[in-house]
């Protein structure tokens, strides 16, 4: 098992040419929210915008889309012709990566939703970042792991894992998922781990108790798929994504103490985490 640390992911750290534009750096679509959870939604947004990616576009409900306007001004609209996510986008072709499931609802409108989103991704060959509901749903539903586009990021905390796993789980298992999706998998807590379908195992060391809140997860899946648009691997946007988002938070440890800083807070110290990680 590998540690995450500053020294062994700057090898992997891309750097923008002068001479190119937003489109040279990728666009990723987010599908999250509905009118009961809009903030998860704007989370993952907010920190998609601050992944390097060019270009995000959320599709989601009306009313989470105008509140987006006022949040994250940068980010395109798609809306829903529902309350919850219900119908796709027009056209997936724009998109390079596809981040679905903070505060999405597990509506069986959004199931059916999900199943066509993952067909239309995997046809397309789209990865995908599958966090929170849209993982619930894929272990509701276990024909959809067979949808799951290759060199997708599965981001499950440790009660989604136990849905997705079908009871208790070892390394062994969580690899097995891996391999069935050809996906890599970032499993959520104290010290998170990421596995690969090739057996690799890492573990992060930075991150403290303070990100035991809600809508960290939404934060953290935000900005591994805008790292994904940017153009890392699933396993770099993975390994960069986890360390950058644990070391937001320890910098605000040390600022506010583990209590009082949001996972709000978290989106707005990911500039100072990458400034480190950037720095020689």
Known sequence: MMELDADSLRPLLKYRVND???????????????????????????ASLRSGCGLVTLHSSRSTCMAAVQVCPSAMLSFDTGDCFSTLPASL???????????????????????????????????????????NLISADRRLFDLIPPSSVLTPHPGELRRLAGGPYDDGIITGICRR????????????????????????????????KGGSGDVLAGLVGGLMARGYAAVEAAALGV?????????????????????????????????ELYSI
């Open 181 to 212: 999706t050809s996906s890599v998998l970032v499993a959520k807590g104290w010290h998170t781990r990421i596995y690969t379908s090739e057996g690799c195992e890492y573990v992060n060391l930075s991150g403290n108790p303070g990100m035991a």
């Open 20 to 46: 190119t534009h937003k489109g040279s750096y990728g666009h990723l679509l987010i599908v999250a929210g509905s009118a009961h959870m809009p903030g998860a939604a704007l989370l993952a947004t907010a």
């Open 243 to 275: 360390w950058l988002h644990g070391r937001a938070g320890d910098m605000l440890s040390a600022r506010c103490t583990t209590e009082a800083y949001s996972s709000r807070d978290l989106v707005d110290a990911l500039p100072e985490a990458f400034r």
């Open 93 to 135: 072709d724009r998109y390079g990566v596809i981040a679905v499931g903070p505060g999405l609802g597990r509506d069986p409108r959004t199931a059916a939703a999900l199943e066509k989103m993952l067909l239309a991704a995997r046809e397309a060959g789209k990865p995908m970042l599958l966090d929170a509901d849209a993982l």
